[in-house]
């Protein structure tokens, strides 16, 4: 105010008292759409901050919160987000005197056009929210998905994010996730695996049974309790197949091949040492004397 009566005075000095004059009018007359453009960008700007504020505090309030894990805080922060999104949109509407009865109609086959338009991306973010409340994996599960395995790292509205076993991200659409069996190896806090091990059809198979027992459970990776069993599984052509089960503790790709590798190499040592024979994979031909 002082600076604008400043000039002023300065233009009224130098007799230009119709540019002054002009210039309020002007000014007067676009006060209505200035202040709207003001009343705009403060609203955007409050919004934005908002949305980064909300992240911030529910990370605060839940730390204080026993009851809500990651899990909880990405499903709250992003409803908090998308809500705080709308109302901003709104008070933008009533600022430039939108009807907005007339935009929820327009909105309404807006929205019938753009469902036909990108059906897959809507399916993706209504099996986004459906995820996340129905909860089969969380944050740092390990899952299986179809052909793809891994840790969870990242649950958005459109995709899921894991870390496979080999160090490779797999990004897959929610789409695709709700439409297909979902294995989740992370809900216990133990997991059973099994390996097979082959002896001679003329070995003693009590006898083998009872070595793979004992050297399965000499392995310190593997839980005691619910113990170790070896049971045959097939009787095929060149050997009888014993199938080891046996449980680890805490699970995950990579202690899932150590203890695969720790199981058949304890194993195939102690039968070795019994003198129990692991046949190479054979035919028999048998002729007959006429």
């Known amino acids: 105010m002082v600076l604008g009566s400043g000039l002023a005075g300065v233009l009224h000095l130098w007799g230009y008292e119709s ?18 453009l003001l009343g705009t960008g403060f609203v955007l700007i409050c919004a934005y901050l908002g949305v980064i504020a909300t992240s911030s505090w529910i990370d605060a309030f839940s730390t204080n919160t026993p009851g809500i894990d990651r899990h909880d805080r990405e499903i709250i922060t992003r409803v908090l987000q998308i809500l705080i999104l709308i109302v901003a949109a709104l008070f933008v509407l009533t600022v430039w005197n939108f009807d907005i009865s007339n935009l929820l109609v327009g909105a309404g086959l807006i929205g019938v056009i753009l469902g036909f338009a ?12 459906i995820l996340m409340f129905s909860r089969p994996f969380e944050i740092g599960d390990w899952i299986v998905v179809g052909e793809d395995r891994g840790i969870v790292t990242e649950i958005t509205i459109v995709h899921t994010r894991i870390r496979g076993p080999n160090g490779e ?7 695709v996730i709700g439409s297909q069996r979902i294995r989740n190896r992370s809900k216990e806090s133990r997991l059973r695996f099994s390996v097979d091990v082959g002896v001679d059809y003329d070995a003693n198979i009590e006898a083998a049974r009872e070595v793979a027992q004992e050297a399965v459970e000499s392995i310190e990776m593997v839980e005691e309790t619910p113990f170790p069993s070896v049971r045959i599984e097939e009787l095929a052509d060149s050997s009888v197949v014993l199938r080891i089960r046996f449980w680890i503790k805490k699970p995950n790709t990579e ?4 203890a695969e590798d720790e199981v058949l190499e304890t194993v195939k040592t102690a039968l070795e040492d019994a003198e129990i024979n692991i046949p190479y994979p054979h035919l028999r031909s048998v002729t007959e004397e006429k």
Not at 255 to 258: D, L, N, Q, R, V
């Open 19 to 36: 540019l002054v004059w002009y210039t309020v009018e002007l000014v007067t007359a676009m006060w209505p759409a200035l202040s709207r």
């Open 118 to 129: 990108a059906q897959e991306t809507l399916s993706s973010v209504i099996a986004g929210f």
């Open 169 to 175: 991200h797999v990004v897959i659409p929610n789409e």
């Open 255 to 258: 202690k899932m091949w150590k």
